[in-house]
């Protein structure tokens, strides 16, 4: 078997996050029971599942991310979540830990931030603006705390 990462998440409804999740994953779980979803992801290699305990805190999580090859790929996936119905916020060009990328956001039920990026430029010198989480942000027209790496511009 190739390995592959294991996320298991609490969620506090798992009826909500399971429709955010197939919308996200465009598949069904692969094992469903009373409070519990498992989903085993072909690409990225995954396996993901959903724990149905009450979300109180995120703690130390700052977000998950899909790293993909293009920017042509973001964008069809942007598209592709779109027509399932999940809000994107897109961030292009942004100075994020150090490295140029074109990416997308989005939130699930309990609060979760995904990221699907391709880096564009990598290596950046520590001296460039980077993760400044205490910034506020503006995209789509909502402003936001920052939670995250995305908050620059280039």
Not at 54 to 77: D, K, M, W, Y
Not at 81 to 94: A, F, H, K, P
Not at 127 to 140: K, Y
Request: proline fraction near 4%.
């Amino acid at each position: 078997m190739t390995p592959k990462v294991h996320i298991a998440l609490n969620v506090n409804n798992l009826q909500e996050s399971l429709a955010f999740y197939r919308a996200l994953w465009g598949v069904e779980p692969v094992k469903l029971r009373t409070g519990y979803a498992k989903f085993d992801i072909a690409e990225p290699a995954v396996n993901f599942t959903l724990n149905e305990n009450p979300v109180r805190e995120l703690g130390a999580l700052n977000h998950l991310g899909i790293q993909v090859g293009s920017t042509e790929t973001v964008l069809a996936l942007r598209e592709r979540l779109q027509q399932r119905g999940l809000l994107t916020e897109d961030e292009m060009q942004t100075n994020c830990c150090y490295a140029i990328q074109d990416k997308i956001w989005l939130t699930d039920p309990n609060g979760y931030r995904w990221e699907v990026f391709v880096v564009l430029q990598d290596q950046l010198p520590e001296t460039t603006m980077c993760c400044d989480t205490s910034a506020v942000v503006n995209i789509g027209g909502i402003k936001r705390e920052a939670s995250n790496c995305a908050v620059n511009t280039v």
